[in-house]
């Protein structure tokens, strides 16, 4: 088992300390109201998501690989816990803690299995062109969440697009004092960002607006607080559930333990892009395991990656998961012994936070981009945003995910197949098409496959030689198919090249290999056949084929293909 923290703790830079501890303050004063909201998406009571933060926070900056990631209880999440267990659960709310508790044992189950057999590598699918719609989505479904808490009046629930029909239907109720609070709070963050980052703004803005509140009274103003906290923390303990309710609950952790890998791998690709280190997919898995298994000790929830949580995080000045631990260690003093304090928390204060962190996430310059590099790029971004928009953050990775992997088996069951010709003066071969200066070789057409011959393309590269060789006024008498390019042949792939031999030889058309790699020679040699002997033998440069074809004195001329 791998313990990340031991690396860099062993080159923690003291001057980073002030960064991580101010990082933390600020980030504990956003997941504190943020615990309390999503325990209520899930049915639970307030203090259940209390209790994920501080539990899971405990141990995850130990076992992740990113700096700025934040383990949290998510509205996603919380929003599948209590859509699922409000059935199961029967109206009894025992129960339902009971099995949010057993759900998330079960998801660090999951992650742990998940690494052991190193599954990290499935994150490699989530390409950037994903990743840009996926923030471009969040930043959007999050802004949607917190402008009504801005403009002082109720929010909803949702996708976006029923999110920001309730914003507009409800600008009538719009609270100008509120209003007012969010657009300064708003204005000094923005200043924080462009001319006094070297303070801890975020902290000074949620101070400030608790102080403010208090002072001024907002509450009676129509002003919104965060209200009552309830104080404590309980003993770990295994959930008090049977072997049937743990069958009830399975299907929903394997979908907590999907939203939190996705979830979490793609904040953490993010940050490793933004900031140039290595994420370990793999091992944010055994940081979700661990995290997942303190939350359901602690009578919490399913706990994920959450995105606004560690945006905040970043913008606050992290440098090191430590800012994790230090927002921990703080919401659990809050927890036991000061949740009074946070009774005045104004919610536009917080809703400018919010709206403030997910501001880069909307990177316009990238989205122009992928516009000119490709359509189809392109289209896999819009799609992985509108999936966010539409139907989730979940669905919005996926859909972007799927549609790159069909795009990747299009071009992988289409692969190029050009004809190459001699650079003149030369023993190199390249592209025709691409330099029409290049020789050809009297009767001879060389032709070279860009990518594996697999049983999904063979047809395709069959019709383009026959393509090729068709296009020639007279049929070529030989034909040199370079293999350079092709790092693997499957059964079909390898039937193909002993086809092609047959059914040219058959018009009067040689056939050959030059520059088979060692693995596609030893595919032809498992075949049973003695034509696919001789051509796994052919493991020569083109000009070495040429010579000996050329010596073996191969005069017999070509029919034409039909």
């Not at 020569?540 to 034409?560: C, F, M």
Request: charged letters at 15%.
């Amino acid at each position: 088992m791998t313990i990340p923290a031991r690396v860099w703790l062993t080159r923690y830079d003291t001057a980073w300390l002030r960064a991580d501890a101010i990082a933390g303050v600020t980030l504990a004063a956003y997941l504190l109201p943020g615990a309390l909201g999503d325990a209520s998406l899930a049915g639970l009571p307030p203090q259940a998501g209390l209790y994920s933060c501080v539990f899971s926070g405990l141990v995850f900056w130990l076992f992740c690989s990113s700096r700025q990631t934040v383990i949290s209880v998510t509205s996603a999440i919380s929003l599948l816990v209590g859509a699922s267990l409000g059935e199961i659960a029967g109206g009894d709310p025992a129960r339902h803690a009971a099995l949010a508790a057993c759900t998330a044992l079960l998801v660090a189950g999951l992650a742990f299995a998940a690494y052991a057999v190193r599954a990290g590598a499935v994150v490699s699918f989530f390409s950037e062109t994903v990743l840009v719609g996926f923030k471009c989505g969040v930043a959007l479904f999050l802004a949607s969440t917190q402008l009504p808490k801005l403009f002082g009046f109720p929010g909803s629930h949702g996708d976006f697009w029923e999110l920001m029909g309730h914003f507009f239907r409800g600008l009538g109720q719009t609270n100008p004092l509120s209003l007012a609070l969010g657009i300064v709070a708003l204005v000094l963050l923005l200043l924080g960002k462009t001319l006094w980052k070297h303070l801890p703004i975020s902290l000074l803005v949620v101070v400030g607006g608790i102080v403010v509140a208090a002072v001024l009274r907002l509450d009676e103003r129509g002003v919104a607080l965060l209200g009552t906290v309830p104080q404590g923390l309980p003993l770990p303990a295994l959930p008090l559930v049977n072997r049937t309710d743990v069958n009830e609950v399975v299907p929903l952790a394997m979908a907590c333990f999907m939203l939190a890998a996705v979830e979490t791998t793609a904040i953490g690709r993010m940050f490793e892009a933004k900031h140039g280190y290595r994420l370990d997919a793999t091992q944010e898995f055994l940081a979700i395991g661990a995290a997942n298994l303190m939350a359901g000790l602690g009578s919490g929830l399913p706990v994920s990656g959450g995105l606004s949580q560690s945006l905040v995080n970043e913008t606050g000045g992290s440098r090191t998961p430590l800012s994790g631990l230090v927002a921990a260690l703080i919401t659990l003093v809050v927890v036991v012994f000061f949740t009074g304090l946070l009774r005045t928390l104004p919610q536009p204060v917080l809703a400018a936070v919010v709206l403030m962190a997910v501001t880069g996430l909307v990177q316009v310059e990238a989205l122009r981009n992928i516009w000119r590099f490709s359509r189809r790029e392109f289209a896999v971004t819009m799609a992985a945003l509108l999936g966010v928009l539409t139907s989730g953050l979940l669905q919005g990775v996926l859909i972007g995910v799927t549609l790159s992997i069909l795009l990747l088996l299009g071009r992988a069951a289409r692969p190029r197949v050009a004809e190459v010709a001699r650079v003149p003066g030369t023993s190199y071969f390249a592209d025709l098409a691409r330099h029409p200066e290049n020789q050809r070789e009297p009767d001879v057409l060389i032709v070279r496959p860009e990518g594996s011959l697999l049983y999904f393309n063979v047809d395709h590269v069959r019709d383009a030689l026959k393509a090729l060789v068709g296009e020639r006024p007279t049929p070529p008498r030989l034909l040199l198919l370079f293999m350079g390019n092709v790092p693997h042949v499957d059964l079909a792939g390898a039937e193909l090249l002993v086809h092609l031999r047959t059914s040219y030889a058959a018009r009067g058309i040689d056939f050959r290999l030059a520059e088979t790699h060692g693995e596609v020679n030893a595919a032809l040699r498992r075949l049973s056949h003695g034509d696919a002997a001789d051509l796994a033998e052919t493991n020569q440069t083109i000009d070495d084929v040429l010579s000996r074809w050329r010596s073996a004195g191969s005069a017999k001329p070509a029919a034409i293909l039909t």
